[in-house]
């Protein structure tokens, strides 16, 4: 979450949308295909170390995360588009709608 979110952040806002002029959609496509990018490079890595305590072959490490990255890439992009993100952007909405996050309590 610090490392993807951070990066993914820092390149949409940098190179691909800007603040004030580009849609919600726009930077919110940005930043959710952004996020892909790390998540799949340490979640594949996880990956790797995880079958070398199984395979107990260390120099299979490198070659399975080389290898993993792009089969992770291709589920993970069109998941995170079509459906984790819509729908963790949904259950936060109605958990927390716009304008009442940073909002005074209500004391009864």
Do not use: Q
Request: glycine residues 4%; charged residues 10%.
């Amino acid at each position: 979450m610090f490392v993807a979110s951070r990066f993914a952040k820092w390149f949409a806002f940098r190179f691909l949308v800007t603040p004030g002029k580009s849609s919600r959609l726009a930077i919110t496509l940005a930043i959710s295909t952004m996020m892909v990018f790390p998540m799949v490079l340490f979640m594949s890595l996880y990956g790797a170390l995880e079958a070398f305590t199984h395979v107990g072959d260390p120099a299979m490490i490198l070659p399975t995360w080389i290898a993993s990255i792009p089969w992770n890439f291709v589920a993970a992009l069109p998941w995170n588009l079509l459906v984790a993100g819509p729908l963790s952007r949904w259950v936060f909405r109605r958990a927390f709608p716009e304008g009442t996050v940073l909002a005074e309590p209500v004391c009864a």
